[in-house]
């Protein structure tokens, strides 16, 4: 954050739920979200969509992909998160 580095700890139910409880932001909910895989075999990577609204505004979208799908659904997230507070 501002070139320096936070460490940030959260719960949940699964990855997303954590990271979301991390950040603090109240009104923060994720309403869909929906996972792939783009390719095949151990070649393949993963994809993942999240719907999120932000106190109740218009809903945003992000997607991330990675060679983890854990990783792809957080990327997915902050991608969702950076449409929401720019607009």
Not at 43 to 56: I, M, P, S
Not at 57 to 70: E, F, K, L, P, Q
Not at 75 to 87: D, E, I, V
């Amino acid at each position: 954050h501002n070139g320096e580095r936070k460490t940030l700890s959260g719960t949940g139910k699964g990855p997303l739920e954590a990271v979301v409880n991390s950040l603090s932001l109240a009104g923060l909910d994720i309403m869909d979200y929906h996972e792939h895989s783009i390719g095949s075999g151990s070649q393949a990577q993963a994809v993942a969509y999240v719907e999120l609204r932000n106190n109740g505004s218009r809903a945003c979208y992000g997607v991330g992909i990675d060679n983890n799908i854990t990783t792809a659904s957080i990327k997915a997230l902050f991608s969702a998160l950076n449409r929401s507070l720019g607009s």
